[in-house]
């Protein structure tokens, strides 16, 4: 009977030392990366210019099967509440970083640049628009990415005062560098 205690111990001992590398220590390539992928694909992060752009943007509880769904991404256009400043070369957004507290997903945009929407098409697609006008960015891929030494799980972004539910633009090397 001591013999099987001690096993058990060792068990959760090891299962637990492998959860907490999963969930806490270690990011999600460094999990894959000595993985043999299906089908002969190559699982590497996407080394990316340090000065594209990211659309940070807040996600509603429960919206974040419509945005993946719909391809699309919208914030309000104009200067109302929640509308986001536009910066030099937004047109070329090349990410977007979903978050609500915790749980983030970083997606490849299609780089076509936003669409105005209004909010009637919105609201036919399932949003729930509160504002007239938007610009949306079209997700290009669902599946999330990693950018090699970017750990978006780390990042203490904007969740905090009255700007917190207000996307924005930012960099790579900005995010990198923990300047949100």
């Known amino acids: ?24 220590e270690q990011s999600a390539y460094e999990q894959i990366r ?11 992060p996407i080394v990316a210019d340090s000065n594209e752009l990211i659309l940070v943007g807040y996600c509603k509880a429960g919206y ?14 104009g200067l109302g509440n929640g509308s986001i400043n ?26 076509n640049g936003p669409k105005f929407y209004t909010a009637k098409t919105l609201q036919g697609m399932g949003f729930q628009p509160s504002g007239e006008y938007y ?24 969740d905090k005062g009255k700007q917190s539910f207000r996307p924005y633009f930012t960099t790579i090397k900005k995010l990198k560098e923990g300047k949100i």
Request: aromatic share 12%.
């Open 34 to 44: 000595d993985s043999i992928p299906q089908h002969g694909l190559v699982y590497s």
């Open 135 to 158: 610009l949306g960015f079209e997700i290009k891929s669902t599946n999330p990415i990693e950018i090699e030494e970017l750990d978006i799980a780390a990042l203490d972004l904007r």
């Open 1 to 24: 009977m001591a013999k099987w205690h001690s096993f058990c111990i060792d068990i959760g001992t090891l299962l637990y030392n492998h959860l907490k590398k999963i969930l806490i």
């Open 86 to 111: 536009l910066v030099s070369g937004f047109e070329h957004t090349k990410y977007l970083l979903l978050y609500h507290g915790k749980e983030r997903l970083l997606l490849e945009l299609s780089g």
């Open 64 to 77: 974040k099967d419509i945005y993946l769904n719909n391809k699309l991404y919208y914030v309000p256009a």
